[in-house]
Structure formats: structure tokens, C-alpha cells
């Protein structure tokens, strides 16, 4: 037997223009369908650029860590990206994506019989991955580092903090003189209208369009609701909009989301998981969340 | 059949026997010319630089393909979608990789002429591995070859530093106590990339010496811009019964890790690196 898990290549989706590899556990028999209706399959899609192996191969990591505790793992391409070819559809690349991810759902349960999954992803493709999950029952978990986040009161006084730490009193006076300036200039009507940097969409947060949070709040309440399991990891590299451990619980209490979502804070980690620390940190934390809430690994 | 019925025949991802594992692959079909005109093998760099430059190598199968070419992209053992764990790269392993691809195109197109294409790292693992090629490639085209390795290695070493700065973003305060820890790390990992001890040896190693015992009919070297390893390069004496060329392209930067743009695709580079092949004599 070959040391090395069995992965497969398989294209699927629409005229098979998607590009996919599936992991398979050891248990899985090697050739022929394994049918395990019982089990859960881990969903893994390339992020915004980035082909399906994930930044720093980290997808690779995590779907052979899930292959190990006796899961299925299948990362693939969005249409048009990685090695995918892209749709003939006219819909928006949101509305592609989420069909893209629900064929990758259909390709892994012709094969193995598997009806749930477990959607995890980064950025572009957290947001993605909450998507899928509000439309398609088959989603049972989804685990979302850097989703869309809601600064409270704390964040921006830690903000603030923390440029006083760095660069001093007087930076945070010159800028705070600056601001209002500025802000005199506009209502007398001499100042320049504010302008997100770079002509950025001021409703676009990290490159992802940010739901009001009532929204949000709403729809993880119905993914609770169907007993959908969440885990939202936090990183370090999003302290001016995420920047302490209790922010979820502080900014959704009043939604009635506190204990029923796991929000999680891991400062050492970077957006894209860069370190090789924090790959293994976040995958631990992964199959940890994943034994507990499925009863895996 | 449908259009995507069509191109996916022209671009067929697959697996392919590596030897002690298996590797990831995908065959762009030549569009019109059958049998193929020639044969071109895709030898893509290490680490970051591999992610960034993923979209240029499928742009350039593609373009290839069209030109009549039957081309071959893959990831190197424990890179990408193939076997193996990062910390299980080998310079003289992805020299092997390299012969396996090419053996693998060669069966897949039945081309008896075959040109290799490398980039950073995967440049230098080309030129190394067509000393031990059974049958040699014909045209050899480095893009920005890693010539002198311990100037390299300083540069990943670097490179990871001021990557992760980027990319945590975080005020001086905060970033104060990350730094320590990242400069110790950036000895054994690059950018979200394992450099183990065994590799970065292989890594020192690495000089022009390599170059002169290039096997191939036609050397090509495109450079965005000289380094003293390059300027070595160029003062090296020609090799002998090889053609070799120089191709001034535009400078890329292949190393640094930003989220929104972690790829490339540098059109004159492009341009450069096609009409490199095919414009070269028969």
C-alpha cells in the first residue's frame, strides 16, 4: 500500500468544465463506489486567485488531516479559475459559484452516497460558503476563517489604542484635528466628498460585499435553526474589523446568536495563513470543531 | 458536444506515475495541428512564486496549445496536487519529476521533439535535469533561473518577512511582538512554505556550474533582470553545440504573497516566452 492517501482527479459540473480532487480515507475501498450515506464529506474551493490547493497549500493540508480521521475531502475550482473553464452562464460570478459548489456536492454524492457536507473556507470563500449553506439543506457544518465582520465600540477604542501604542499622542491628535477638518471642509462645501481609497465600493469589505448585519445575524439563526454547525475563525490580520475574543458575542448578543455560534479569535494566524504554525494551529482547530460537533477522527 | 466538451478534451488534468509517487498534470492537446508539432514541458518555481505564476503557466498551455503544441503543466512531488508533504522537497527529486513529465508528454503526444519551459527554481531544476535527460529536450528556455542559491536563500528569508508584514497589516504595536518570532521562522519556511534542512542544502549548492552542463540544442534565457547570478551567467564561455540566446523581458516579481492579486499574468513575458519557441530554427 502506498504511503500516500489515494486522491483521484475528476472533472464535473456542466459539460465536467470544474476541475476537482478528491481525497479518500483509507477506509475508503479503492476501486468502485464507497456508499456511505452515513458519513460527511469536508468542501474545499480555491479562493478568489488562488487555485483549489488553497494558500500555502493549505487545503491540501486540511484534506488529507480530514482523509486521516476517516473523511472524505474534495477541493476544487470556481468556474473560470484554477484549472476550470468557465461558465456559459449569464449569471453573476456569485450566483456561479454557489451552483459551482452545489455541483461538487452532486459529484461527491453520485460517487460515494455521502448527503452531507462540511464547507469550509477563506475570505471570498467563506462568504461562499455561508451561501451555499443557506440554500442547500445538504450543508450540515461550515467553517468560515475572516467572514464578514461588525466593528463594535471595543474594536474601534482598541483601534485607536493601538495606533496611540505605535506612533503616540501626538498622531492620535494630529489625526483626530485632521478628521474633523476634513469633515468642517465637506459640510461648508470646499472639502472633497469622502472617498473610499482607490475607488473602492464603500459596501465591499476585504474584496467581499458585507450584508447588513441584521442580515447575517438572521441568516446564521436559520442555519442554527436547521441544525446547521458554525465555526468562525478570526484572524490576526483583520485587527480594524475583528480584534478581540468576545466581539462576536458582544456585537450579536442582541440577536440571540451568543453559545449557539463557536466565534473564534486567533490572532496569530494571518489572513491567508501564511506560517506554517498557523496552518497547523487553524487545521487542529478544524478537526477538533469537526470531532466534536460530528463525532469524527 | 458543447464548447466545454471541447476545451476540457484540449486540457485533460490528470495523474501520472512519478516514479515513487504519483504526480498531478495537465495535457493541453494541440487545437488544430495533428499530430502535434512539438512537445513542450512546463517546469513551474518553488513555494509562493509557484501560486503567483499558476494562472501565467495555464495562459501560456493554452496559447501554446493553439499554436500546435502539445504542452504539459504539473506540480513537482509534495507541491501543489501531487503526492508528498512540503517538507519533502528535493531539488534532485524535482530533477527526476521533470524527466518523468517529459516522458509522460511524450506518450500522451507521441512528439519525439520536446521543449522544456521553467521559471525561477523550476528554470534551474530544468537545466539540471537535461544533464540526465535519455533524450534530450531541444529548445531549453530559462525565465529568471535561480543561479547562485545561498543569494536565494537570502531572499526567501527575507521575502518572508516583509510578506507577512503585508499581510498581517497590523499597527507597529502589534507587529512588534510577531516579529521576533517570524524573523527566527523565516530559517526554516518561506512564505506559507517549508524550507527544510536537507533542501536548503541542495539550495547552497546551487551555481552557474549547473548551466554549463546543460544538455539541449538551443538555450534560451529570458532575464527581467540581471542579478550577479545572471551577470555570472553571461560571462560563463558558450556551451559547446549549444545555441544560446539571450531575451531582455520585463521584470516580474514573482515573490510576494498579496491576498486580492496572488497571481500574474505578465503579457510581454508571455509574448516573449512564445515567440522564444516558436521562432527557434529547425
Known amino acids: 500500500m502506498s504511503r500516500y492517501l489515494r486522491e483521484e482527479v475528476v472533472t464535473f459540473g456542466d459539460g465536467q468544465r470544474l476541475v476537482g480532487i478528491i481525497t479518500y480515507p483509507r477506509s475508503a475501498p479503492s476501486h468502485g463506489r464507497d456508499r456511505r450515506s452515513d458519513g460527511i464529506a469536508v468542501l474545499m474551493s480555491g479562493v478568489n486567485v488562488i487555485p483549489r490547493f488553497g494558500p500555502h497549500r493549505l487545503n491540501v493540508r486540511i484534506a488529507r488531516r480530514a482523509a486521516d480521521a476517516g473523511l472524505h475531502a474534495f477541493r476544487f475550482d470556481l468556474s473560470g479559475l484554477g484549472d476550470s473553464l468557465p461558465s456559459m452562464s449569464m449569471g453573476s460570478f456569485e450566483e456561479q459559484a454557489v451552483d459551482d459548489v452545489r455541483a461538487a456536492m452532486d459529484e461527491i454524492q453520485s460517487r460515494t452516497g455521502i448527503e452531507r457536507f462540511l464547507l469550509f473556507g477563506i475570505c471570498a470563500s467563506a462568504a461562499l460558503s455561508y451561501s451555499v449553506a443557506l440554500v442547500d439543506p445538504r450543508v450540515v457544518g461550515c467553517a468560515m476563517v475572516d467572514p464578514y465582520m461588525y466593528p463594535t465600540a471595543k474594536t474601534r477604542i482598541n483601534r485607536v489604542l493601538a495606533h496611540y501604542r505605535s506612533d503616540g499622542i501626538l498622531s492620535l491628535v494630529k489625526g483626530w484635528i485632521n478628521g474633523h477638518v476634513r469633515s468642517l471642509g465637506r459640510r461648508l462645501g470646499i472639502g472633497r466628498p469622502r472617498q473610499m481609497p482607490e475607488g473602492r465600493d464603500p459596501n465591499l469589505d476585504l474584496g467581499v460585499r458585507l450584508p447588513p448585519k441584521r442580515d447575517f445575524a438572521n441568516g446564521l439563526k436559520r442555519l442554527i435553526d436547521r441544525d446547521v454547525q458554525l465555526l468562525l475563525v478570526h484572524s490576526g490580520s483583520v485587527f480594524y474589523y475583528y480584534n478581540y475574543p468576545k466581539q462576536f458575542a458582544d456585537g450579536f448578543r442582541r440577536f440571540g446568536l451568543v453559545g449557539r455560534v463557536q466565534a473564534d479569535y486567533m490572532p496569530s494566524i494571518d489572513h491567508t495563513v501564511t506560517r506554517l504554525a498557523a496552518q497547523e494551529l487553524l487545521t487542529e482547530r478544524l478537526m477538533t470543531w469537526i470531532g466534536q460537533r460530528f463525532g469524527t477522527g | ?282
Open chain 2, 1 to 282: 458536444m458543447n464548447f466545454s466538451e471541447t476545451a476540457h478534451r484540449r486540457m485533460l488534468p490528470f495523474r501520472f506515475d512519478g516514479g515513487t509517487s504519483s504526480l498531478f498534470g495537465v495535457y493541453h492537446e494541440p487545437t488544430d495541428a495533428t499530430p502535434a508539432r512539438e512537445g513542450v514541458v512546463l517546469c513551474p518555481p518553488f513555494g509562493q512564486e509557484a501560486v503567483r505564476s499558476h494562472r501565467m503557466f495555464r495562459v501560456l498551455a493554452e496559447r501554446l496549445s493553439r499554436q500546435g503544441f502539445a504542452t504539459l503543466r504539473f506540480d513537482f512531488h509534495g507541491t501543489g496536487d501531487s503526492d508528498g508533504d512540503g517538507l519533502e522537497a528535493s531539488i534532485r527529486h524535482w530533477s527526476r519529476d521533470v524527466l518523468a513529465a517529459d516522458a509522460e508528454l511524450r506518450r500522451r503526444s507521441a512528439c519525439s521533439k520536446v521543449s522544456w519551459i521553467g521559471l525561477r527554481l523550476g528554470a534551474t531544476i530544468a537545466a539540471l535535469a537535461s544533464g540526465d535527460a535519455r533524450l534530450n529536450p531541444d529548445s531549453l528556455l530559462l525565465v529568471d533561473p535561480i543561479v547562485i542559491g545561498a543569494d536565494w536563500l537570502r531572499e526567501l528569508r527575507e521575502s518572508n518577512v516583509t510578506a507577512l508584514r503585508q499581510v498581517y497589516g497590523l499597527p507597529q504595536s502589534e507587529w512588534s511582538s510577531l516579529h521576533k518570532l517570524i524573523v527566527e521562522e523565516s530559517a526554516t519556511e518561506s512564505v506559507g512554505f517549508p524550507l527544510a534542512e536537507s533542501f536548503k542544502s541542495e539550495i547552497a549548492e546551487l551555481d552557474e556550474s549547473i548551466f554549463a552542463a546543460t544538455k539541449c540544442r538551443r538555450l534560451v534565457y529570458l532575464i527581467g533582470r540581471d542579478d550577479p547570478g545572471t551577470l555570472r551567467l553571461r560571462r560563463m564561455a558558450p556551451v559547446a553545440n549549444i545555441s544560446a540566446a539571450w531575451v531582455q523581458v520585463p521584470e516580474s516579481n514573482w515573490k510576494f504573497d498579496d491576498p486580492a492579486n496572488a497571481s500574474m499574468v505578465p503579457s510581454q513575458l508571455l509574448a516573449a516566452v512564445v515567440a522564444a519557441l516558436s521562432d527557434a530554427p529547425a
